[in-house]
Nanobody, 117 residues
Framework: QVQVVESGGGLVQAGGSLRLSCAASGIMFSVHDMGWYRQAPGKQRDLVAIITVGRRTTYADSVKGRFTISRDNAKNTVYLQMSSLKPEDTAVYYC???????????WGQGTQVTVSS
């Protein structure tokens, strides 16, 4: 059974930091590109950051220099370190696992991040 479970969300003041974690089980983690996406109320789900199997990273322009994505293949976990948080970062953050060949794709249930001004 495949499980993708996010954790670490919460309420933080503007300028603060949070670290999100996403633990995946039931998949061969090392052959999946891992991504973080977010969806604010009334808006579409957007890419935040991706880390590939080869550890190449891509970030949305809005988070460059503030967020860092990393992965620990030994723990089947991907992280999103978020710093200098802004109210516009408020959203539900989702973890995605996409195999390098595109044959399998899994989503977590999401974790809420709220940044107060």
């Amino acid at each position: 059974q495949v499980q993708v479970v996010e954790s670490g969300g919460g309420l933080v003041q503007a300028g603060g930091s949070l670290r999100l974690s996403c633990a995946a089980s039931g998949i061969m983690f090392s052959v999946h590109d891992m991504g973080w996406y977010r969806q604010a109320p009334g808006k579409q789900r957007d890419l935040v950051a991706i880390i590939t199997v080869g550890r190449r990273t891509t970030y949305a322009d809005s988070v460059k220099g503030r967020f860092t994505i990393s992965r620990d293949n030994a723990k089947n976990t991907v992280y999103l370190q978020m710093s200098s948080l802004k109210p516009e970062d408020t959203a539900v953050y989702y973890c995605n696992a996409n195999s390098y060949n595109g044959r399998t794709n899994y989503w977590g249930q999401g974790t809420q991040v709220t940044v107060s001004s």
